[in-house]
């Protein structure tokens, strides 16, 4: 029993350490994004949004899956609010 405890333990802390480098991946994509998006004038920004709203779910998809709402605010907020 006390091996079982200590091999759950042990994938517990592999999948910890996995989280937090998808984490720290996330947010380097965030900053490089957002540094890009600065660069760019307003019409070449709303070109990306109107292109992104087209790849994104229907709205009818977004209300079933609640993961589909999350990714689509996420997106807004990067697209309306990036990292000062």
Same mark, same amino acid.
């Given at each position: 029993?006390?091996? +079982?405890?200590?091999? +759950?333990?042990?994938? +517990? ?21 957002? #540094?890009? +998006? ?8 709303? =070109? ?6 087209? #790849? ?8 079933? &899956?609640? =993961? #589909?709402?999350?990714?689509? &605010? ?5 697209? &309306?609010?990036?990292?000062?």
């Amino acid at each position: 029993m006390k091996n +079982l405890i200590a091999e +759950l333990l042990l994938k +517990l802390a592999e999948k910890e350490e996995e989280s937090k480098e998808l984490v720290v991946q996330v947010e380097a994509l965030e900053i490089v994004l957002t #540094a890009m +998006l600065r660069r760019l004038d307003a019409a070449q920004v709303s =070109d990306i949004a109107a292109g992104i709203d087209r #790849a994104m779910p229907p709205a009818a998809s977004v209300q079933e &899956n609640p =993961d #589909a709402l999350m990714l689509r &605010n996420y997106v807004e907020k990067l697209l &309306n609010h990036p990292r000062e």
